[in-house]
């Protein structure tokens, strides 16, 4: 059931002629009377950012963070589209809202595709009609379907605990960077909660998954995480709230990295002993999205002064005598030099589809971790152009 799997909300999912495929390419997420109620989101930092993530920022604003839907089509992105993208955004929104019978401020509409080429907005809004009448409470499964691009699979989230009941859904599979790790993701929950405390969840749940990722250092114009709530549960600690929630985004967000376009492994880049947190981080976003290391984890090849060199240009604090790099439970260096150790062994976890780097910077109490992944020649057949 995925993102209906919380009390209140039906989701469907049609295809309405965007893909030249005729695959699905239009979702709805709604509650399951059409009426408003408390919301949530987090967006793109990319400047560029497209129509519909400012019409979906400005819907939250003006309706005071409620909504009582989410449209989405997949296909195209409706970026760098100028003002016409902007009112398509907008018609997406009002098409839906005349079939709910709401107010068009309390739709929310995400993209996803290509950029830079006008929005087929007249298939959209003749295929809205049966979208709003497809939608059911077991739609979970062809909204998500709906919404992926690149995607081999669906990316679904269920999780209970706590009284509460958090569920989602999620495309993305590159442009996948963090501070918005192109993604989509509609999560809902039944709990009591203001949009102050959505908001404060999101925050919370974004922080250690979409913003912990980072397939190829890309930033979308698009990426955008909603959170609504139906309010049919009692209100539980703030606590648990944001426990549900960083759980379900923390798994959408290894689906997305284990589904990355041409992805052979994926990679968590743990980085200790820095100076800082945010100096860890750092120091982890540099490895996690060099070619150099990429490329070496498709060649399951243990050659560590690559991770070693990234380290020393991260621009953090980092003494050469102090390094040490370890591949699974097996420390391959130690301050700074190599160091006899199973070699058989490391072999064996970069044969692997699941890799774990620890860099231990040996300077303080900082720590970082980003998951990525390997990089292929597939990704490149991938992305090498849009015909």
Same mark, same amino acid.
């Not at 490329?295 to 060649?299: D, E, I, L, R």
């Given at each position: ?5 919380a009390e209140?909300?039906v989701?469907?999912g ?10 699905p390419d239009?979702?709805?997420v709604?509650?399951?009377d059409g009426?408003?109620?408390? @919301? ?6 990319n ?9 979906s ?7 005071? !963070? ?6 989405l089509n997949?296909?195209n992105?409706n970026a760098a589209t100028?003002?016409?993208g902007?009112?398509?955004a ?6 839906? *809202?005349?079939e ?5 401020h309390?739709?929310l ?5 290509l950029?830079? +080429?006008?929005?087929?907005?007249e ?8 979208l ?8 979970g499964?062809a909204a998500a379907?709906?919404?992926m691009?690149?995607?081999t699979r669906p990316? #679904?989230?269920?999780v209970?605990?706590?009284? +509460?009941?958090v ?19 509609v999560?809902t929950t ?9 908001r ?7 922080r250690?998954?979409f ?11 698009n ?11 009692a ?8 426990? *549900?929630?960083?759980?379900a985004?923390?798994?959408?967000a ?6 990355a #376009?041409?992805?052979?492994?994926v990679?968590?880049v743990?980085?200790?002993g820095?100076?800082?947190?945010a /100096?860890?981080s750092?120091a @982890?976003?540099r490895?996690a #999205?060099s070619?150099l290391?990429k ?5 399951e ?7 070693a060199?990234e380290? !020393?240009? @991260?621009?953090?604090?980092?003494d ?6 370890a591949?699974?439970d097996?420390t391959?260096a130690?301050?700074?030099? /190599? ?8 072999r @064996?976890?970069?044969?692997?589809? #699941? ?10 109490a900082?720590?970082g971790?980003i998951?990525?992944n ?5 990704? +490149? ?7």
């Open positions: 059931m995925s993102v209906t799997a209140g909300f989701a469907a049609v295809a309405a002629g965007v893909k030249a495929s005729g695959e239009l979702a709805l709604a509650t399951h009426r408003p109620v408390d @919301a949530a989101g987090v967006f793109t930092q400047r560029m950012c497209a129509a519909p993530v400012q019409v920022r400005h819907h939250l604003q003006v309706a005071d !963070g409620r909504a009582a839907a989410v449209v997949s296909g992105a100028g003002e016409p902007v009112r398509d907008q018609s997406m929104c009002s098409a839906v *809202a005349a709910l019978g709401c107010d068009h309390h739709v509409v995400c993209s996803t595709g950029i830079g +080429i006008p929005l087929p907005i298939r959209i809004e003749a295929a809205v009609p049966s709003v009448a497809a939608r059911t409470a077991d739609g499964a379907r709906a919404i691009t690149t995607d990316k #679904e989230v269920v209970r605990g706590a009284g +509460i009941t569920g989602g859904m999620a495309k993305g599979a590159a442009m996948l960077a963090p501070n918005m790790a192109t993604m989509l993701a999560l039944d709990a009591t909660a203001t949009p102050e405390q959505l404060a969840a999101l925050r919370h749940g974004v250690d998954s913003n912990a990722l980072s397939v190829d250092g890309c930033t979308s114009t990426d955008t995480v909603l959170l609504l709530a139906s309010g049919r549960r209100p539980v600690p703030q606590a648990d709230l944001e426990r *549900a929630v960083a759980d985004c923390a798994s959408l290894a689906q997305m990295a284990a589904d #376009e041409g992805a052979t492994k990679v968590r743990r980085v200790v820095a100076s800082s947190d /100096e860890a750092r @982890a976003r490895v #999205e070619p290391c490329c070496s984890w498709y060649g090849d243990p050659y560590w002064g690559r991770v060199s380290l !020393g240009s @991260a621009g953090v604090h980092v050469p005598t102090l390094v040490s790099i591949y699974g097996v391959v130690r301050h700074g030099v /190599e160091v006899d150790h199973d070699r058989e062994a490391v @064996a976890h970069l044969a692997g589809r #699941e890799l774990e780097l620890t860099c231990d910077l040996g300077v303080g900082g720590r971790v998951l990525t390997d990089l292929t020649h597939a990704y +490149i057949d991938e992305n090498r152009g849009t015909s």
